[in-house]
Structure formats: structure tokens, C-alpha cells
């Protein structure tokens, strides 16, 4: 007590004026209190309610700070005892009597050492922190002038807490304390001996294309990073250089993305911006990079501050939520981010169409063989292995039926093609849209006649396959460029009938008919010489007649040659015969059959040409009976 009463008296002495400084404690104000081991002032800055530092030299700690967030420092005033080992402090709420009051002025603000060069120059300077505010009750703006400085009274003990809000992120700072007593006419500028790094709160990761819209699989784009502060500000000190890790990353089906399939690289950033645009991935769909993945964890590190050699942040920790005081020392996405979806580069489509007849043709009615197959691979020629049916936004194709180019009656009924079930995902097998090759039905336009609108005749029929998205490069094996369509070769839709000749029977001859197949070619019925497929059975059940007793056939069935065949019938009578092309007779010559088999089954592909009313109606003609006139006879032989 008697040492503290001498100190006070001592430093009222000096003063004359009863003052106290307790900020500004610059070395000749102690030269006649050498006696009391005083040396000279020492001012600091430190966490809250860390111990008042009682030696040489003061661990004081400033931890890492976050851009955007309040934080609190005590601000530390004493002296530096002539032992040059201890440190006391100078600020008492009162000495002797009472009557001995601080009246010196201080304020405060950061200094980037980055842009000093290490210096701590004077409040106010162009090093100055911007974007701080001194939220502190009682106490003047930050870095203000001397109207805006706080007047200590001597209660706070040599210590006093000041709250700060840093907006920008700084590398290397130190908290920089003025003092000033007009009355005595001293000034001086003091730095906290710690310094500290006031880091970005997080990462806000964007892209382009943006997230939801599509990407070629393969192919390089662009994402940004902006380091901000607590309230989404860009914070444009930041100069670091964010990395990636795919760990974590998943796909459209929240799997681990293969080994090697997502790649890029950030750059420097440039006022709080880094970007890459080397990023790509090489399968299907939209990717989610979880938060955490886009990291800097060596800007705090290597920013001189000391703070992760020092303890003064949580090491692999990118934390914004204090803990034990302290943040994380790494910046981070706070947020999982989404890529554009990724989509098919190119695709390679092949078309299989097989007429029904000798390679050549196909009656409208009767089926023929198509199957399509789609493979959809990324800008690097590499299959898309994941993309499977279940997957989101996957592409879709169009079919679209030609002949010569122009549009059609659509008459192929085409299945449903589907991507490969996900049983593929993953698999060489993945990525592929296909129907198989199977045996497709084509329509027969109903209700035509020669009264009627003509018959289609596609003499170069296509199925056209249209993307939804990328080009088909190859097509039926052919490399083709700039286009998102592939067309099957072309082949042959007939609209057919078959045609009946008139026959003559005599008692001793049957009567031979001509069978033809024809089909029309634009203008009018001709015989299809591709025809050497189509067989029409001949018995009781399918020869038709108009009287009674029905004529019979000689031979059971003819097949067409260069579409002609012949029907022998023996007959004891003249009748309008048909040949039944179905399993019911329809004919417009009232002719009817018995029961037979096998029947026909050309109903639906092949009608006659003999009926004014339908090409739909079975084919018939008139079988007329007897012996011709002289000079021919017909009589038995004997042997």
C-alpha cells in the first residue's frame, strides 16, 4: 500500500496538474519516478478477460477473427518495470485521497501490416483496417479524431474492452492505440503485440452454365468462388487461392462419383473473387459438392499472423461457430453447392429396319423389323455409364417417319424406347437408349377405293431419330457432323392388292387364274415384281363361289414369283368365284366357302382390286364352264 501511494503521488507530482496518464505512458513522464522501478509505458491489446501480463515479454493473444462478426478486445495500459522482467498496471480506480483522475485521450484502429510493410505508422494512415466499426459504449468512432476518443476516468483498472466489426478480411493486422494529453502536450502510437488475421466468414460458389442448366459431360466449364463476410458482402481483401476435394461429391443418385471423373482448379483470387474454368465432369447428371469441399486452409496459415503456429484459431477446422473462443482456421463452402447437370456430348445411333419380303419391300399392313440403338458418351469419346433410366432430365429422342423426306401417314408403329434399366448404372452397359430389333406393325389406310383418295405410295420410307439435346455424330456407322438427327436407311411401303384373272373350265380342263400381286406406284396399280414372298392357300375353306357345287382347287397353294402366281380350279358350272383373304369371306360378288384349312392370313396387308366399292374386299373373278367352239375337241382317250 505504501509503494502504490508513492507511485500515485510520485506521477501527481510530475504532472502538477493531478492528471493520471493512463494510455499515454511515453518514457520522460517516468524519468523522476526512476526511483520506483519505473521504465516506461506499456499499452497492448489482448482477448477478453485474459490475466493483466505481470512479465517480460506479455504472451498476450489476439485469435483469429471473422469478417462480419462482432468481436470484443481489452485494450491494456501499465508500465515496464526498470527490472526489464515485469510489467504493472497503470490505471487504478483512485489514489490518494481521491483526487487523482485520468484526463488522457486515446483511439484505435487495425493496421495492415500486409500494406505498412510491418510498420505500425499512425492511426488514420492510408494501412489503416477500412470497413471496421467501434461498437463500443461510450467511446468515439474507430480511428476517429480526438472528438471521438474516450477519456478514461482511472476506474477501469488498466484495462478497458472495446467491440469491433470488421468488414473486410485482412491477412496480418494488429490493433493500433493513440494516445494524447493536450495538457501535458505528449502524443504516441502503440501496436498490440500479437498480430492476427481477420479471415472471410465463407465461400459462395457459383458456376457457368449456372446450377440447373446443362453442361456437355467432359467438356471445361467455369466456376467462381467469392470469399464474403457474415452478411454475404465480397469481402476484396482476400487474395487466397481456394482448392477443391472430390471427396464427398455425389451424383443424381447421391453415390460417391468415380475416381478421376471430376477435375479443375482456382486460381488466385482477385478482390475476393478466384475462379477456374478448367471444371469438368465426364458421366451424367447434376453433381453435389458438399460444403466443406471448396477450402483454403493456408491463407490464415500463411499470412504471417502467427495465428495457426500460435493456437490462436482451431487448426482443420473452417468453423464460424466460436468454440472455446476460438474459429476455424480454414475458410470453406458453409453450403452444399449443385453443378449444371451434365448431358451427353454426342450420341451414336443405329437403325435396323428389315422389310418383309426379300429385303425389298414391306406391305402397308403386314410388319417389318426396326429397332433403334443410342449410345451417349461425353466430349472425351468415353461411354456415359451412369446414365440410366431413373436418372433426372435425361434425354429424350423423337421419331419422326419420311418418305423421300417429307412427311407421312406415320404408319410404323414404333415402341418405346427407354435408357437401360439402373441394374446398368455404373456398368459398360449404362448410357445407352435403345428398343430392340423386333417385329414392328405397320397400318394399312382403310376405306380407299377408285372412287377414293389415292393409295400412299413410299417407295423410300425412314424412321428419323431427333435429340433433344447434343448432335449424333455417328449415324448407322457413318460419322455425320452438325446434326441431331440420324435417318434409317431407306426402304419400301407398298399398298397392295391382289388381282384375279377370269378362268375357263371344260370337262376335261381345269380353268388356270392368274393370281398377281400389285401395288400402286402414284398413279395406278402395277404388278410388284419384288414380290416372291406372299402364299395363298387354296381349299374349301378359302375358294369362294358364287353357285353350287363350289369349284375345287387343283393345286393347295401358290407361291408369287415376281409377284404372279396361279390358281387351277376344276369346275361342273359357271360362278363368280373369290379367293378368301381372312378368316371370313368379303367379296362383293355374294361368293361364299366352306368349311377348310389352313386359311389365309392377307387380309390385313392385301385386298383386290375387282370390287368399285373397296380395295379392302377379297379378290375375285368370273369362272365360266364348257367346251370352246371348233375347231377344238376335247374327247377321252383310251390306252
Known amino acids: 500500500m505504501k509503494t502504490m501511494l508513492r507511485y500515485a503521488s510520485c506521477l501527481g507530482q510530475r504532472r502538477m496538474t493531478r492528471i493520471l496518464l493512463a494510455m499515454l505512458m511515453v518514457p520522460f513522464v517516468f524519468a523522476g519516478c526512476a526511483s520506483l522501478g519505473v521504465k516506461s509505458a506499456y499499452l497492448d491489446a489482448t482477448e477478453v478477460g485474459t490475466a493483466f501480463p505481470t512479465k517480460v515479454p506479455a504472451n498476450t493473444q489476439i485469435y483469429t477473427k471473422v469478417a462480419g462478426v462482432a468481436f470484443s478486445l481489452d485494450i491494456l495500459a501499465g508500465v515496464y518495470m526498470t527490472d526489464n522482467t515485469s510489467i504493472q498496471s497503470s490505471v487504478y480506480a483512485g489514489f490518494l ?18 500494406k505498412s510493410g510491418g510498420s505500425c505508422g499512425t492511426v488514420g494512415d492510408a494501412n489503416q483496417v477500412s470497413g471496421v466499426t467501434n461498437g463500443t459504449g461510450g467511446v468515439g468512432a474507430y480511428g476517429g479524431g480526438t472528438s471521438m476518443s474516450y477519456n478514461w476516468t482511472g476506474s477501469e483498472h488498466g484495462r478497458k474492452t472495446y467491440t469491433f466489426t470488421a468488414s473486410q478480411a485482412v491477412a496480418k493486422a494488429k490493433v493500433r492505440i493513440y494516445g494524447y494529453n493536450s495538457s501535458q502536450g505528449v502524443s504516441a502510437t502503440s501496436c498490440s503485440i500479437d498480430s492476427f488475421t481477420i479471415r472471410p466468414s ?5 458456376s457457368t452454365p449456372a446450377s440447373g442448366a446443362t453442361q456437355a459431360a467432359g467438356s471445361n466449364y467455369t466456376m467462381t468462388v467469392k470469399a464474403v463476410n457474415s452478411g454475404g458482402t465480397t469481402v476484396t481483401g482476400y487474395t487466397g487461392t481456394p482448392s477443391i476435394t472430390t471427396t464427398g461429391v455425389t451424383d443424381w443418385k447421391s453415390l460417391a462419383i468415380a475416381g478421376g471423373s471430376f477435375s479443375g482448379s482456382f ?21 453435389t459438392i458438399p460444403a466443406g469441399a471448396i477450402v483454403d486452409n493456408t491463407y490464415v496459415a500463411n499470412s504471417g499472423s502467427g495465428d495457426v503456429a500460435g493456437a490462436d484459431c482451431i487448426s482443420n477446422s473452417s468453423s464460424n461457430v466460436l468454440s472455446g473462443g476460438q474459429y476455424g482456421c480454414n475458410i470453406a463452402n458453409q453450403a452444399s453447392v449443385t453443378t449444371p447437370s451434365f448431358i451427353a456430348h454426342h450420341y451414336t445411333a443405329t437403325h435396323t429396319i428389315t422389310p418383309a419380303c426379300n429385303s425389298k419391300f414391306t406391305y402397308f399392313g403386314q410388319p417389318l423389323t426396326y429397332g433403334v440403338t443410342i449410345d451417349a458418351f461425353n466430349a472425351l469419346g468415353n461411354r456415359m455409364t451412369r446414365l440410366t433410366s431413373s436418372a433426372p432430365g435425361k434425354p429424350t429422342f423423337t421419331f419422326s417417319q419420311l418418305n423421300s423426306g417429307a412427311g407421312t401417314i406415320n404408319p410404323l408403329t414404333i415402341g418405346s424406347p427407354a435408357w437401360v434399366s439402373d441394374a446398368n ?9 435403345a428398343l430392340s430389333a ?12 377408285p372412287s377414293s383418295a389415292s393409295p400412299p405410295s413410299y417407295e423410300s420410307f425412314q424412321v428419323r431419330v431427333t435429340s433433344s439435346d447434343a448432335n449424333i455424330t455417328t449415324c448407322n456407322g457413318v460419322a455425320a457432323a452438325g446434326t441431331q438427327s440420324c435417318d434409317s436407311a431407306a426402304t419400301k411401303l407398298r399398298y397392295g392388292v391382289l388381282k384375279l384373272s377370269d378362268g375357263q373350265s371344260t370337262a376335261v380342263s381345269p380353268a388356270s387364274m392368274q393370281v398377281i400381286a400389285q401395288y400402286w ?11 416372291v414372298c406372299t402364299v395363298v392357300n387354296f381349299n374349301t375353306g378359302t375358294i369362294a363361289s358364287s353357285t353350287l357345287p363350289r369349284p375345287s382347287a387343283k393345286n393347295s397353294s401358290t407361291t408369287l414369283s415376281n409377284g404372279v402366281g396361279a390358281l387351277m380350279l376344276n369346275a361342273s358350272t359357271a360362278s363368280n368365284v373369290a379367293i378368301k383373304m381372312g378368316a371370313s369371306d368379303n367379296n362383293c360378288v355374294s361368293a361364299t366357302a366352306t368349311a377348310g384349312a389352313p386359311l389365309n392370313a392377307l387380309s390385313g396387308y392385301l385386298g383386290g382390286v375387282s370390287c368399285s366399292s373397296s380395295y379392302d374386299k377379297d379378290p375375285s373373278a368370273r ?11 376335247y374327247r377321252a382317250e383310251k390306252f
Not at 485521497?97 to 500486409?114: C, H, M, N, P, R
Not at 448404372?425 to 437408349?433: D, F, I, N, S
Open 425 to 433: 448404372y455404373g456398368l459398360a452397359t449404362g448410357g445407352e437408349y
Open 97 to 114: 485521497y481521491g483526487t487523482v483522475y485520468a484526463q488522457g485521450q486515446s483511439y484505435i484502429d487495425f493496421v495492415d501490416l500486409t
Open 623 to 633: 369362272l365360266t364352264f364348257g367346251t370352246l367352239r371348233s375347231p377344238y375337241i
Open 202 to 206: 465463407s465461400f459462395t460458389v457459383s
Open 438 to 449: 423386333t417385329s414392328t406393325t405397320t397400318t394399312r389406310p382403310a376405306g380407299l377405293s
Open 521 to 531: 406406284n402414284g398413279s395406278s396399280f402395277v404388278t410388284n415384281t419384288d414380290d
Open 267 to 287: 486460381g488466385a483470387a482477385v478482390s475476393g473473387v478466384a475462379s477456374g474454368s478448367n471444371f469438368n465432369y465426364a458421366d451424367f447428371g447434376p453433381l
